[in-house]
Nanobody, 123 residues
Framework: QVQLVESGGGLVQAGGSLSLSCAASGRTFSSSMGWFRQGPGKEREFVAAISWSGGTTYYADSVKGRFTISRENAKNAVYLHMNSLKPEDTAVYYC?????????????????WGQGTQVTVSS
């Protein structure tokens, strides 16, 4: 079992920055990690993913160049650094773990989920 707890959400003005953290506990060895988000009235969508080694990262086109995913395996932590935030980035952001070192971009491929943290970007 893997437990995930997100933190770092909040309210920020458009153009601002915010960093999210995901603390993992349990059997996290060789797990790839992802960030997803779900806006009001929308389906959960992929944001970013990272392999166990950190050597492979994927990003949604909508956040490419603005968001950066990273991880510290020694701390069992994954991060999402968000810059140039836009109102359309407003959503609940979820951290997810996949029982494989190879990341994926679809929610159904992930085995464990956190409770989410709210990010609100004001215009």
């Amino acid at each position: 079992q893997v437990q995930l707890v997100e933190s770092g959400g909040g309210l920020v003005q458009a153009g601002g920055s915010l960093s999210l953290s995901c603390a993992a506990s349990g059997r996290t060895f060789s797990s790839s990690m992802g960030w997803f988000r779900q806006g009001p009235g929308k389906e959960r969508e992929f944001v970013a993913a990272i392999s166990w080694s950190g050597g492979t990262t994927y990003y949604a086109d909508s956040v490419k160049g603005r968001f950066t995913i990273s991880r510290e395996n020694a701390k069992n932590a994954v991060y999402l650094h968000m810059n140039s935030l836009k109102p359309e980035d407003t959503a609940v952001y979820y951290c997810a773990a996949k029982r494989s070192p190879v990341p994926a971009t679809t929610p159904r491929n992930y085995d464990y989920w956190g409770q989410g943290t709210q990010v609100t970007v004001s215009s």
